[in-house]
């Protein structure tokens, strides 16, 4: 009986040691596009404007409750101004979807893919990931904080990496006519 119960005793034990040391498996988390926002807000010498644009999809990726990885898929031609209305707030969407900024009837979607992801915080997470605008990608580091099935992020983008120079002082505009090279992106995702 008791070589019996020992035999037993370390069968359980192995079974539970193998089992813990088992890698564990990743888990995607959908995000919810509807209600997941992306709002940008671009700058100019005396003022700015303040925008949204949509989500297509995106997906978290976790390990034991970690954040390891991600990927979005942004629709370009959704890009609207929250801050006009009327004639200028058409002008404004018109010259930001033509080819002087991000020519949306070429290059539909934006894309970014995280590629690397370290915690900073209990919560908090330092990403870098490939950022995809008018088919040019380039590397971009910020931050994300995650609560529950909510996550948020905001990301300072330079556009002039991405041949987004009208405006530009870099390229030729009058300082009295220029708009700022970065803007930001404000991002609440829900999943």
């Not at 009986?1 to 005793?9: E, V, W």
């Not at 002008?91 to 690397?116: I, Q």
Request: charged letters at 25%; hydrophobic letters at 40%.
């Amino acid at each position: 009986m008791k070589k019996g119960i020992l035999s037993l005793a370390i069968a359980l034990f192995i079974g539970f040691t193998a089992t813990a040391t088992e890698p564990i498996e990743g888990e995607t988390k959908e995000v919810n596009a509807e209600t997941s926002t992306v709002t940008w807000k671009a700058y100019k010498v005396g003022g700015s404007h303040v925008g949204t644009v949509d989500l297509n999809s995106g997906a978290l990726m976790f390990e034991a409750d970690k954040l390891t990885g991600g990927e979005f898929e942004v629709n370009m031609t959704s890009l609207v101004s929250t801050d006009l209305e009327g004639e200028y707030k058409g002008k404004l969407e018109g010259h930001l979807k033509s080819d002087d900024f991000f020519g949306v009837e070429t290059h539909a979607t934006a894309k970014l893919v995280f590629t690397s992801v370290e915690a900073s915080g209990k919560n908090s997470y330092e990403v870098t990931g490939d950022l995809t605008i008018k088919g040019i990608t380039k590397p971009v580091t910020f931050d994300v904080s995650i609560y529950g099935s909510k996550a948020t992020a905001t990301l300072k983008i330079d556009r002039t990496n991405y041949d987004v120079k009208y405006g530009s002082t870099l390229f030729g505009a009058a300082a009295d006519k220029a708009i700022y090279d970065e803007f930001d992106l404000v991002v609440d995702l829900e999943f």
